[in-house]
């Protein structure tokens, strides 16, 4: 184990910070699964316990491997992916997956494995590199409205067009975190304030598109569609049932919670253990529990400032900011739903909720990240070593020239020259021993 934590290399704050909320998933995971044994019939509590535990382990072994990694390979990486995360988009646009009797058009199964995966996280993973290859290749280039909406907005726009029927939430997620990476990189304002005007105008139309033709697009049109129709509106809807068992389960919760597995709520909540896990964890450890979980999430979010401030590259910058910044909103959206701040978007809790595939691709951009924080720790580690041979190195010049001034000296008295065996200073080779 020892050695294992030695070979752990990049930032230890967000390795620390990781490594917490995964282990805080556990209870929560555990305890909601109750939901889908007792209620709907299907499985076991162990089953579902060991089932995220396998998720978590091939979680942090991408973390582990995509480290390892140099940051810079994916520069060239996101040209060849982003077509290949099209193609499957495309894929899950036409044919999608039905989960439990539900229109789950977001996912597809991965055949022979039977596995479900949703292919806009991954989208969401290669889209930000490309936009961050992008700023970086750009960084000392005059920047044109027309070659950026070509070579930088076209992909942006035929990725979220093919995200937003099936997905509004992760749809606006992206293009919204685009909108801040293109502005943290100095892309020209007037220019985004341009393309934001066209993301409008865009989602406007196809709402009224959506309206009109309702049987040529997907169920899951409407169901986002009439979300947000019924959150601005104060009638009684279906959504109310679970933000109002979210809420009461917040509410029993009060300082200290219920205790470990005594949630009550979990029985109603459908999706007590992913898109309303939060609610779960209030209710049995109390606003002390859900304040943990965010101070978890604020103190990762102040790791991902430290790191980017830190990389010397404005690539490895943007990397950071891309993929870091999208898991912390949406923690934050997830919360803002369990509280009724947001309308009901689907959005798990990145690293808590149970789910492959969400896990998977947050821990993939974790270790992109790393794998950046390593790079600078490495650079950092070679200066220092260099800078230890050039003190050692000038040491050796300065003995020598002392030994030859002792010698011309005792030559002009006509003395022999006396030296010491005995050397009490520092191995001066020692910068360089083992190298």
């Known amino acids: 184990m020892k050695e294992l934590?030695?070979?752990?290399?990049?930032?230890?704050?967000?390795?620390?910070?990781?490594?917490?909320?995964?282990?805080?998933s556990f209870m929560p995971v555990f305890s909601a699964s109750t939901n889908l044994v007792y209620v709907i019939g299907k499985g076991s509590t162990i089953g579902y316990?060991?089932?995220?535990?396998v998720h978590i382990f091939i979680g942090f072994a991408l973390i582990y491997f995509v480290h390892k990694v140099p940051y810079h390979y994916y520069r060239g990486l996101s040209k060849i992916a982003l077509p290949i995360v099209g193609l499957l988009l495309v894929y899950t646009f036409m044919q999608g997956t039905v989960i439990d009797g539900a229109n789950a058009s977001r996912w597809i199964k991965v055949p022979f494995i039977g596995v479900t995966f949703q292919t806009s996280a991954l989208a969401m993973i290669v889209l930000m590199i490309y936009v961050a290859r992008y700023l970086a290749k750009m960084e000392d280039k005059p920047v044109t409205f027309k070659s950026s909406l070509f070579e930088l907005w076209m992909p942006v726009f035929i990725i979220l067009a093919l995200i937003l029927p099936a997905n509004f939430s992760t749809a606006a997620l992206i293009f919204s975190m685009v909108c801040m990476l293109v502005f943290i990189g100095r892309y020209p304002l007037r220019y985004l304030a341009m393309i934001m005007g066209m993301g409008i105008a865009g989602l406007t139309l196809f709402v009224l598109f959506a309206k009109a033709f309702p049987e040529a697009l997907p169920n899951r049109v409407d169901t986002w569609i009439s979300r947000i129709e019924r959150f601005t509106s104060d009638a009684p809807n279906e959504d109310d049932y679970q933000i109002e068992k979210a809420k009461i389960a917040i509410a029993s919760g009060m300082v200290y919670g219920l205790g470990p597995g005594k949630s009550v709520q979990k029985n109603f909540l459908p999706q007590?253990?992913?898109?309303?896990?939060?609610?779960?964890?209030?209710?049995?450890?109390?606003?002390?529990?859900?304040?943990?979980?965010?101070?978890?999430?604020?103190?990762?979010?102040?790791?991902?400032?430290?790191?980017?401030?830190?990389a010397k590259s404005l690539f490895g910058k943007l990397l950071?900011?891309?993929?870091?910044?999208?898991?912390?909103?949406?923690?934050?959206?997830?919360?803002?739903?369990?509280?009724?701040?947001?309308?009901?978007?689907?959005?798990?809790?990145?690293?808590?909720?149970?789910?492959?595939?969400?896990?998977?691709?947050?821990?993939?951009?974790?270790?992109?990240?790393?794998?950046?924080?390593?790079?600078?720790?490495?650079?950092?580690?070679?200066?220092?070593?260099?800078?230890?041979?050039?003190?050692?190195l000038q040491q050796l010049i300065d003995e020598h020239i002392l030994r030859e001034k002792q010698?011309?000296?005792?030559?002009?008295?006509?003395?022999?020259?006396?030296?010491?065996?005995?050397?009490?200073?520092?191995?001066?080779?020692r910068a360089v021993m083992g190298k």
């Open 272 to 310: 007590s253990s992913s898109d309303f896990i939060f609610a779960i964890i209030v209710e049995e450890y109390g606003i002390v529990g859900g304040l943990a979980v965010l101070f978890l999430y604020l103190m990762l979010f102040f790791r991902f400032l430290v790191s980017a401030h830190k």
């Open 320 to 392: 950071i900011v891309g993929l870091g910044f999208p898991i912390i909103f949406q923690a934050l959206i997830n919360m803002g739903v369990a509280v009724e701040l947001l309308p009901v978007t689907g959005q798990t809790l990145p690293l808590i909720s149970s789910g492959g595939s969400s896990i998977w691709m947050t821990c993939i951009a974790i270790g992109i990240i790393i794998s950046v924080t390593k790079k600078e720790e490495e650079i950092a580690q070679e200066l220092a070593e260099k800078e230890e041979r050039e003190v050692a």
């Open 5 to 24: 934590i030695n070979n752990l290399k990049g930032d230890k704050g967000i390795w620390s910070f990781v490594m917490l909320l995964a282990l805080i």
């Open 407 to 429: 010698k011309e000296e005792a030559e002009a008295m006509g003395t022999e020259p006396s030296y010491s065996i005995e050397d009490a200073a520092a191995n001066p080779m």
């Open 49 to 53: 316990l060991v089932k995220h535990l």
